[in-house]
């Protein structure tokens, strides 16, 4: 091996390897255009890696769906030897990797966790020597295994571990990577190599022409050379006609001028490449296959370089080039190579015949979801669906298998894939199976066809109770705003005892349902939800199941400290970032439900930041939880981010309100009282349509009454706030009544409102957040009214505030403490309220007397009183001085 003019880079990858064995690992890409000499600066670190275990890995693009394939490559020979202990402990995680029979629901969605596994694993390995990672066109890296190595190379800095890859320019490669570029030969270096090469010194011109024609590319260089008789001056001419272009079509030339039996090697390595199986293709002999590589050799024809396999391939005829890849994939399957690896060129056929192929494709998909990989199963699934009958059975589980995939990436997709599916299976048990599959929560946004569907298999399924269990399940998930089926749900939880997996499943969607109508008092559902988690244990994969669902009816129902460390242990097993999502989504409203709007807030933004919610599938239960949660924080950001991530279209009526309630609290915080009170009343009629009435997930009523406070109709304020409070003893949890005596307390004068907000303050003492709002509106009652317990109340309530986190409602009962407050005076009586709204709806004196059927001197004296106590001198500072008397904020 030559190499010239790579002294440099040679040297800092030799310090490197001396850093790292000191145990200050490092990363390094090596970039530049093919045939720069990329893979000979990998080979030459070799020499210099004494006391390393050097771990190499070519990678391909026929295997670029090979999942974790270059993890393999790189791990596989060190497995070999003592796999049992290495794989023990944390690096356990990295067993689906490299064992083909891993039990599919052993590692659920495992990529990341497979990730962290082979993190360990290489510290293991390196815990006994240094290590050496080399990895050639890392353009062709799989997926997987190019987000272990960069989480790895991030990694590296206090490990004996040195990483150093090959790439071509422009390709993807590792972020975080010291970039070591390859330039092009010297015109001095060129003339170096041309001597070594050829024996003799070569002419000034013939050096200049080498250079034009390669532009210092090596392996160019070398097959200009191949094709000249000596470095002179009358060569030059010669020189010039190769260009890169003509250089393949000269490679290709040459190749036809070779035996039969040389030519079939090289299209069975253009074809497999750098495998052992490579004479076998070709039909050679193991003497045989050396001769040709003898042959090819002499010939120039140098079949371990990348360009000319390249070459050789893209020669063949589309039809001859298709035969040897049909070839090359039958051989490797007979042969025992993963199922992955035979997929991965199966892929590459226009046609796949035999029905091992789509036995393997099968295989294949099922390795790659336990790898974590369902993108790359769905890929080999429809693969293999191209080749089975229109009606079989066979394809009906393909599509189911598809459709499970697809679960974890496109919902939509996998319900109309299992659709297709059912009516394939001629056994109504076998399509109740299949349509299981699907989660439940994925099911609210079915179309009609799918929900008739569902129906028509269950009222054909007689026998299996657990299967009728699950389907019932998903039949009122799919009819979940139908207010008929939401109506007996409370009654049919009475029927269920929980005693089966599918039993406990189908009273969660029966628990929601009893939530969203409050047909059942919180605390019996409370009680039946605590029952239902207590027998589930912590996982992350519950967000593709009907569990969040049982989380969400536990936070409504007052309930949510239960559900605080089940939540805390799934999201520490987390492996996707789906999972991690929709569980910090769940800890996001959950924590708001316990009165920490701090830690809500800051769990909502990681769950927003990681971009998987677009109100669909299983996001909508996440979806609509964090709803509540930014209209609970009244934060536009948040609000604004939850609006943009939902796409135009057609959802069940519940949801849509749900969307229109966010845009209403949108426009309230924007100053557009009067569309956002339109916006939320549609929104109510929307809900009560549907039958979801809970007063604590959909606080439509009392939001409604402190805009119509904030517009001064004080009455209809009144009214609202009152509706709010019917709803909330008819559910019973005790967030949800103290928040609308709170509000209705701030709205009606004297004592009687009073005594209301000091009973808010009493329902709520468990939730810190909602108890600061109620003791700020009674502090504030009392110290226009002059009551000494004012400063006590307003510094508990700022105190609570401050360790719930909420800092906006901590400074604004601060300027209440200092007295620099805007307002929160509520002292008019209930006469002074109602003339002070007549005058805010722009009546004069003497209409408001005929409306109240008083004189209008007795107007006059409630206006007079009404400006004294809100320190106004006319009528057009009234509406201001109200609003800010009762800012809808708090």
Known sequence: MILLERTDELRRLADALRRAREGRGDRFVITGPLGCGKSSLLDAIRPHAKGFRVLTADCSLLEQDFAFGVARQLLDPVLAHDCARLLDGPAGLARPVFEEDTPADSVFAVQEAAISGLIALVGAISSERPVLLLIDDLQWADGPSLRWLAVLAAMLEDQ??????????????????????????????????????????????????????????????????????????????HVLELRPARLRERLVRDLATQPLFAQDFAKAAAVLGEDELVGRLAGLTEERAREAQRVLDQAGLVISRPVVRDAIEESMPVAEREDWQAKAVRLLHDNGRPAEQ????????????????????????????????????????????????????????????????????????????????????????????????????????????????????AAGLAHDQELAYRLEARQRCAWHSDPALLAGSAQRLGQISGATPGARELQIVLLDAAMLTARLPAHEVAAIASTVLAQEPPHPRHVHTALPLLIKVLAVADAAHQAVPWLDEALRQAATTVEQALIRAEQAFVLMHLGKPGEAHAAAERALDLAVLDWRGDTTTAAIGLAAVAMDLRDPDLIGKLLTSRRDRDDPAGVEAVYRMLHAMGDALAGEHAQALERLLDCGRMFDAVGWRNPVLLPWCVNVARLHAQLGDFEAAREAAAEGWDRAVEWGAPIGIGRALNVLGRYTPGAQGAGMLREAVQVLHANPFERAKALLQLGARERADGDPQAQRHLEEAHRLAVESGAERLAQRIAEELDGNSPGIVVTLTRAEFKVAGLVVRGLTNAEIADELAVTSRAIEKHLTNSFRKLGIRRRTELPGALARAYPPSA
């Open 342 to 457: 035979v997929a991965a060129r199966l892929l590459a056929l226009s046609t796949v015949r035999g029905g091992w192929a789509v036995e393997t494709l099968g295989e294949a998909a099922a390795t790659a979801m336990r790898r974590g990989a369902p993108e790359v199963a769905a890929r080999y699934l429809r693969r293999a669906l191209r080749t089975v009958p229109e009606a079989s059975e066979r394809r009906a589980r393909l599509l189911v298998d598809l459709a499970t995939a697809e679960r974890f990436f496109d919902p939509a997709a996998s319900v109309r894939h299992i659709a297709s599916a059912v009516p394939l299976f001629r056994d109504v048990e076998q399509r109740a199976a299949a349509l299981v599959r699907i989660a439940p929560t994925a099911l609210g946004s079915a179309p009609r066809p799918v929900r008739d569907l569902i129906d028509q298999v």
């Open 160 to 237: 004996p571990v040195l990483l150093v890859a090959a790439t071509r320019d422009n390709a993807r490669g590792l972020r975080e990577c010291t970039e070591i570029r390859l330039e092009p030969l010297s015109h001095k270096a060129i003339a170096e190599l041309v001597e070594r090469r050829t024996g003799r010194h070569p002419d000034e011109e013939f050096v200049t022409a080498c250079h034009a024609v390669t532009g210092g590319n090596p392996m160019f260089l070398c097959a200009v050379l191949h094709h000249v008789t000596s470095p002179t001056a009358g060569q030059v001419p």
